[in-house]
């Protein structure tokens, strides 16, 4: 990337706080990125997406509810307990010392 050799602004890092600020430097509307950059710096995460059922969220979400989580998110769950078990038999073999 090269930048015309007259502009002596620094390239906006959109997505950063830094972005964000630059921003407001320059009276510039905030782009999404930066906007989101700065909830997070915040520690605002906004409306928590709900997750679908189906993932291994999914599944958690409905113990969290109380409720018997669906065939999905079962699936879901025992595909991710199947990774985790493999992996941590891998490391079981590998540092078996
Ligand atoms: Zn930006
Ligand atoms: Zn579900």
Sequence with gaps: ???PAKSR?????HGTTG??????????????P???????????LGPQPV???????GYRRHLR?????CPP?????AAWG????RRASDRAKAGAR
Excluded: W
């Design 65 to 69: 509810h109380g409720e018997d989580a």
């Design 51 to 57: 997750a679908s059922c189906g993932t291994v969220g």
């Design 19 to 32: 972005g964000y600020r630059a921003h407001f430097r320059h009276g510039e509307p905030m782009c999404e």
């Design 1 to 3: 990337m090269t930048a």
């Design 9 to 13: 602004r620094k390239p906006i890092r």
């Design 82 to 85: 199947r990774i985790y078990k």
């Design 34 to 44: 930066c906007r989101a950059a700065d909830r997070t710096r915040k520690g605002y």
């Design 73 to 77: 998110c079962l699936t879901a769950n």
